[in-house]
């Protein structure tokens, strides 16, 4: 049984990522560490505070961003209700957590690996950077439209080769797919690993499959119970079979998801 | 305090089911608790192929409730048998499960093949379920074909329970729980989701791929509430409660209106042991408002 | 943007109106906003005699929700007409009657005497109200009876149109809608609340003197949506939506999925400003959405 | 048309009151002036901070504990849920606030006035107070369990004749009560006015009744909208008409309502 844990536990801090961050909505969100243990990266957690009573009803799902012995981290784009109410978060305050869930990113200590993050989903990559064996191997491509600055790309530049670029206009995203396009191949025999918008993921799936690199992608689908009970949460495997996201995912190889 | 419950035959240690389709396999909550803290586990509901259900999105987030539309996803009853099963505590906590096809020759089937294992303890019938277009919606909604499939699992369901699951979505649901009270229902549990619908004015399209869904949560508390009031005193047999329970004091209250044991459903996804904490809270709760016995309690309430 | 809409003879210059026991007599909320920038001011329920309701406690909080079991207090539909009726705008925002008997004579009667004055622009028919234990309940939940109250109220009503309402505790709320519009309603309104009711586990009392009540509120909203949709492909005449409705976005699902025009409940004790706010927004939020017109934004829902 | 307002305004202070205000759920909350002129002392407010969502629903009712020209005061027990949350805003947070609603207490310059408060029943009377044209002709009883400094006794105590009544086992309420009716039967030919839990207020009918004495009792009913609007909040008159609470009272000449 893999060791998980549903605790409540006081946040230590919440604060606007970087000086853009609140402008833009991009926060993060430090907890005291619940009992995680051996998080595997691109594994997440499910956060739901008891002061919400009954609405909004659902927890929200978020990548471990760090798991440190005394605190976890995250970092959130406001979304909606749910990621607006974590603004407003009192550090003390309790928060109910369950995980670490679901399956992380291979880890391939030989493997020349790219990270491909899309907007915040770069947050899982630096729990990955900063525990995989060899960093030597990876490298980082982010793509993002509010400034750098709101993620966590520095923290990630300083232990990994990274690599950015700024969606301004709807033109550039082609320019950013050729770009992608140009890094996935330059991978073949390596991974590659994205977390992202699914029109990304989808980029990353096709133009893997068309290199022959092998690919893993990160799927935020929308979940209720985060351990599989729900059935709400589905992704659909070429076989045309429904699997959980949150317990088969979040990270599925990418030959092994439709999306 | 004695927690024990008797439904029809089948005995609880303690009045806290997990409902059917929040709780997995069961299995999924192994890490949040100790499944043998529970009174009964009821799992997702079984058909007699495996069923992929629905497309996505399938579940929408509402006021103090959720919509699903699942459309009975599930393993097929052979292997929750074979494979699921004899990884419960089923020696220690009854294991219930829940039934679900399209016609009475196929709930006939299925009662047989489940009722045979001898780790599932009772079988509970979902004349109610809202979300498969064919049959589920129509066997609910009429008091003749609920009786009609209560017989035939009756007959295939050997010496086990047989518990029918209700609808709210009808005009009557006394006439309801007494045609399969008159069938030869051991128990009735009650309620299932109410039928509802979620859409987006920024895309125009609904919220669920199949339109309506169920909704469940604490916001339809009320209505179960009222349900299992009117059916516990109008049928002889026990009835189980649930819709929105979500803390030891929703609990008290279906007992009060009169349930023999209650099922937990969305409130598991509030926070996954959820339903072990409430296995543990109830009695503390009663003893806390001066109930030393769960018995005289029950259908208690003092009306007019 | 062109916000009117007609209501089967009903111009409303805008599709916010005010749900019936939700706004009082209208005057109440005089102070929190100008009544003639609402679509339509729907009152109170009226019957022929003065009524005082039900005992206290009426009104219960529950999650996202409220239930309430009044019991049809109320003026009288004399008193409203001399005394309250001449203090509203009716010449700029229509008035329309809610009207609640216990027979269709009384209906009769009652639609007779309420058509007859200027100032009453429509009439609403109560025919699902679940406080009151003679009547109402049957009325909505069986398509004959619910076809005659309409039949009496319209031989009554002259050129009055009038709007029938309906309860969604029935199994199936597309029969009584065709049965409502075959006996020549105008207009359909819907919903109701749902019964329900609440207890108290520390007293072992029913929260609501009645024991049970109606609930309302976000809570409801799914359902509502459902009904709405369900009834407004089934019939050809206008609907309006209503059930939880607590913001523009709100007010636009009921629209997308087919109501003509909708009422507002519940929210007004939010704050009573509510409606006002509302439409003000209404043609704001539609804008941010890209519609520029409701009328080809009226039930554009894409399904399938 | 009386003027009121139904306005967001931000949240000025919330504490507990006093020392042991915090241990007795005792608090003093004060919020910008959203308009209101010409408060009637024993009118009230309805409060809900709109990040409630739905739940809880409804607004709670206040009395207007000070009306100044930037802010209002109350006072508030936490009874449950909603004044709970109350305890929980933060300074600048908004709150949809609508009155001054209701009717207040008589106020006559000429009459020997008793206020009688029970508990936090005090709150409107430290507005009757210090807007009294002649505060020479008022006295304060006022009946409690937790310690004094809990509520806005000692400010009441500034201004006009007060004299408190700890209620410590229930042996003290009979005791409570006899001096109750010696303070009463020294006010005939004035008046009484009371606000406090309803055995109270029953007392207080009763042996003004006995006694001849003039007297307003305020009710606490459960209200939905505040307006007169729901008809949740009735209470019963002699004739056996049930009257909106929150429209024709809370304040009512005692011989006038059914309690
Ligand atoms: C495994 C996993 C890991 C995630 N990690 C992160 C993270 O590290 N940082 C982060 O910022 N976000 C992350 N997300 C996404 C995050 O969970 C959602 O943004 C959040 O749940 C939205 O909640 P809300 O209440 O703010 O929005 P809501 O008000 O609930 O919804 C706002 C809008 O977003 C849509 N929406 C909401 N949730 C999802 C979803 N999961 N998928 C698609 N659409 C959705 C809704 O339909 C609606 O249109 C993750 C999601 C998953 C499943
Ligand atoms: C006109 C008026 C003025 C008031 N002024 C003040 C004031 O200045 N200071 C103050 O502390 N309180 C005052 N109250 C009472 C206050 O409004 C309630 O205590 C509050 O609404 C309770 O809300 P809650 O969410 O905390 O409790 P809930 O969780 O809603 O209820 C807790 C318990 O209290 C009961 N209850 C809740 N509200 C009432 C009520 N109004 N009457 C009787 N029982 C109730 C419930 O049934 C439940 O048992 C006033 C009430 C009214 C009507
Ligand atoms: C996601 C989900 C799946 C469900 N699946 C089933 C099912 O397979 N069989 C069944 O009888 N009821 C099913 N239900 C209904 C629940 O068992 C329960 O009757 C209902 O949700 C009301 O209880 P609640 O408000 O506590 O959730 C499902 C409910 C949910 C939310
Ligand atoms: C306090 C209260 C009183 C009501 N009284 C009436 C009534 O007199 N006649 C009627 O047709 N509906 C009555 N209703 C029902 C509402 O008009 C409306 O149908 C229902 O509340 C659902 O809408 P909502 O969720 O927006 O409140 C009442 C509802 C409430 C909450
Ligand atoms: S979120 Fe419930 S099964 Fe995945
Ligand atoms: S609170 Fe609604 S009428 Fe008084």
């Known amino acids: ?259 | 305090m004695d927690l024990r419950v008797d439904l029809g035959g089948l005995t609880l240690k303690n009045p806290v089911m997990t409902a059917s389709g929040t709780f997995g396999y069961g299995l999924e909550f192994a890490p949040y608790g100790d499944l043998r803290s529970l009174g009964g586990i009821v799992v997702k509901g079984l058909s007699l192929k495996p069923r992929e259900g629905n497309p996505v999105p399938r579940l929408a987030e509402t006021p103090s409730g959720m919509l699903n539309a699942i459309g009975l996803q599930n393993c097929g009853a052979e292997r929750f048998l074979k494979s699921m099963l004899p990884g419960l505590p089923w020696r220690e906590t009854p294991v219930v499960a829940n039934l679900y096809a399209c016609d009475t020759l196929e709930f006939a089937e299925l009662a047989g093949l489940l009722a045979s294992a001898e780790g599932v303890a009772a079988l509970e019938v979902n004349i109610s379920c809202p979300n498969v277009q064919a049959g589920g919606v129509l066997f609910g909604q009429d008091p003749a074909l609920a009786a009609r499939v209560t017989e035939a699992v009756k007959a295939r369901a050997g010496s086990k329970p047989v518990m029918v699951k209700l609808s709210p979505n009808v005009t009557d649901i006394v006439a309801v729980a007494k045609a399969v009270e008159g069938a030869g229902a051991d128990a009735i549990s009650l309620i299932n989701t109410l039928t509802g619908m979620a859409v987006d004015v920024r895309t125009r399209k609904p919220r669920l791929a199949n339109v309506v869904g169920g909704l469940s949560g604490p916001a339809i508390k009320p209505v179960a509430l009222r349900c299992v009031w009117q059916v516990s005193r109008a049928v002889s047999i026990p009835v189980v409660g649930m819709g929105g329970i979500s803390s030891a004091t929703d609990a008290l209250e279906f007992i009060l209106v009169g349930a023999g044991a209650v099922q937990v459903g969305t409130a598991n996804f509030l926070r996954p042991d959820f339903s072990f904490r409430l296995a543990e809270e109830l009695p503390l709760a009663a003893q806390a408002l001066g109930i030393t016995d769960l018995s005289t309690f029950r259908g208690s309430l003092a009306v007019g």
């Open chain 1, 1 to 259: 049984m893999p060791h998980r844990h549903c605790r409540d536990v006081p946040v230590l801090a919440v604060a606007p990522a970087g000086p853009e961050g609140l402008a833009n909505g991009l926060w993060r969100l430090e907890l005291e560490n619940p009992g995680f243990t051996g998080v595997k990266p691109g594994q997440f957690a499910m956060l739901r505070p008891p002061a919400w009573g009954f609405d909004p009803l659902w927890a929200r799902p978020l990548s471990i961003s760090r798991a440190l012995d005394d605190r976890i981290v995250f970092h959130f784009l406001v979304a909606g209700r749910g990621t607006a109410a974590f603004t407003r978060l009192a550090p003390g305050e309790p928060v109910t957590v369950w995980g670490p869930l679901g399956q992380g990113f291979a880890v391939e200590p030989g493997a020349p690996t790219l990270l491909v993050g899309g907007g915040i989903g770069i947050a899982p990559f630096v729990e990955y950077a900063a525990t995989h064996p060899t960093p030597g191997k990876l490298a980082l491509l982010f793509g993002h439209r509010p400034p750098r600055s709101c993620y966590p790309y520095d923290e990630l530049g300083a232990m990994i080769a990274v690599e950015s670029f700024q969606d301004k206009t709807p033109e550039d995203i082609p320019r950013f797919v050729e770009l992608l396009e140009k890094r996935i191949a330059e991978h073949a025999g390596g991974l590659v690993l994205a977390c992202g918008p699914t029109p990304l993921l989808r980029s990353v799936k096709n133009l893997a499959d068309k290199h022959g690199v092998r690919a893993q992608v990160s799927l935020e689908n929308r979940m209720a119970c985060g351990v599989g009970a729900c059935l709400g949460c589905v992704a659909e495997n070429p076989e045309g079979h429904r699997v959980q996201t949150c317990v088969k995912g979040p990270v599925f190889w990418a030959d092994k998801v439709t999306l």
